[in-house]
T-cell receptor
Framework: AQKVTQAQTEISVVEKEDVTLDCVYE???????LFWYKQPPSGELVFLIR??????QNEISGRYSWNFQKSTSSFNFTITASQVVDSAVYFC????????????FGKGTRLHILP | EAEVAQSPRYKITEKSQAVAFWCDPI?????LYWYRQILGQGPELLVQ????????DSQLPKDRFSAERLKGVDSTLKIQPAELGDSAMYLC???????????????FGPGTRLTVL
């Protein structure tokens, strides 16, 4: 069975601080995909990143970076120099190897960036 | 930029009434998904269409929920009768079936927030 655990329900940091959102996953597939989505107060889910299970290279995109560690089944997300606009709920998600496999979402981490 | 459209954005209804939500996926996207997101939870898949065919509806409460995508383009999700526990955000997403295998990037609409009184 597939499962995604985001142990941090809610995090508050002061603007400009760095913050890391944790994600631990479970799957029996040898090939799988991991995702992060952002859900701002407006409600829509915004795609941030997709990572293939065979690619363990860390990725950096501006102030965002992702640390994928297969050995610990973790896919953590770090925001550097946080900004108020980063305030949102962030979801980690997992899908199987096939193009149309459904996505299993974690419960999300609500991030508050305080001015 | 192409977007997934959903309407209405908000719906308030009374228990036992019927409600319907509409979704128009990105043009050319063959796969359409309906998710339900209960407050404080992540989205959960209700039903998945490939063109006009249902691929997965294992989590759809079929006694009261129905979904259709008659022409393989837009889709309607219906609840009849609505119950208090149906209050949630209903999200529609679409993805393309062409391109690299396993890319599976789903594009989400703004959602319909349902409140059942």
């Amino acid at each position: 069975a597939q499962k995604v655990t985001q142990a941090q329900t809610e995090i508050s940091v002061v603007e400009k601080e760095d913050v890391t959102l944790d994600c631990v996953y479970e799957t029996r597939d040898t090939t799988y995909y991991l995702f992060w989505y952002k859900q701002p107060p407006s409600g829509e889910l915004v795609f941030l990143i997709r990572r293939n299970s065979f690619d363990e290279q860390n990725e950096i995109s501006g102030r965002y970076s992702w640390n994928f560690q297969k050995s610990t089944s973790s896919f953590n997300f770090t925001i550097t120099a946080s900004q108020v606009v980063d305030s949102a709920v962030y979801f980690c998600a997992l899908s199987g190897p096939n193009r149309d496999d459904k996505i299993i979402f974690g419960k999300g981490t609500r991030l508050h960036i305080l001015p | 930029e192409a977007e997934v459209a959903q309407s209405p954005r908000y719906k308030i209804t009374e228990k036992s009434q019927a409600v319907a939500f509409w979704c128009d996926p990105i043009s050319g996207h063959a796969t359409l998904y309906w998710y339900r997101q209960i407050l404080g939870q992540g989205p959960e898949l209700l039903v998945q269409f490939q063109d006009e065919s249902v691929v997965d509806d294992s989590q759809l409460p079929k006694d009261r929920f129905s979904a259709e995508r008659l022409k393989g383009v837009d889709s309607t999700l219906k609840i009849q009768p609505a119950e208090l526990g149906d209050s949630a955000m209903y999200l529609c997403a679409s993805s393309s079936s062409v391109g690299l295998a396993g890319t599976n990037e789903q594009f989400f609409g703004p959602g319909t927030r349902l409140t059942v009184l």
